[in-house]
């Protein structure tokens, strides 16, 4: 096996102290919002800068919220967590929102329903979740995730 050299690993070494994992870069992704507590929860996200599917100049990630609550339904039921949140069997009754970046003026959107007027710090835990602190970010009404309502896999990609 072939050994380094101290420039080698110095440069190596930098390269990785230097942010090589990503962090504090903005993401997109999927949350849902726990009232109680008051955080979010459910949050699946990926770097906007590189992970992200990009589809009609928008970024976000390729997981929908019927797909991830599905998975965590049956893990909790297989598991006996009786009291998780993830046995409520429509995901639509729990506020849920979706980070997506527009590409064209590299702004990020937070798209959720009128659920949000009752929740005054949702922006911040939204952008501290997903590293959107220094970014341009717009918080965007959609009726799709007001509490209720929603479409299936099947209308979208059928």
Request: charged share 30%.
């Amino acid at each position: 096996m072939k050994e380094t050299d101290k420039n080698s690993h110095k440069e190596v070494m930098e390269t990785m102290r230097d942010g090589f994992d990503g962090q504090g870069d903005a993401c997109v992704g999927i949350f849902w919002y726990d009232k109680k507590a008051g955080e979010l929860f459910g949050v699946n996200k990926a770097y906007a800068c590189e992970l992200a599917f990009n589809n009609n100049g928008y970024k976000t990630i390729r997981l929908l919220h019927r797909s991830f609550w599905k998975e965590q339904y049956h893990k909790a039921k297989a598991k006996g967590e009786k009291g998780s949140i993830y046995l409520i069997p429509d995901y639509t009754q729990i506020p849920r929102g979706r980070i997506f970046q527009r590409e064209a003026d590299n702004v990020f959107e937070i798209r959720a329903g009128k659920w949000v007027e009752e929740v005054g710090n949702l922006l911040d835990l939204v952008k501290s979740e997903f590293n959107l602190e220094t970014e341009k970010v717009e918080m965007i009404y959609d009726k799709h995730w007001d509490i209720g309502h929603g479409w299936s896999e099947d209308d979208v990609f059928g």
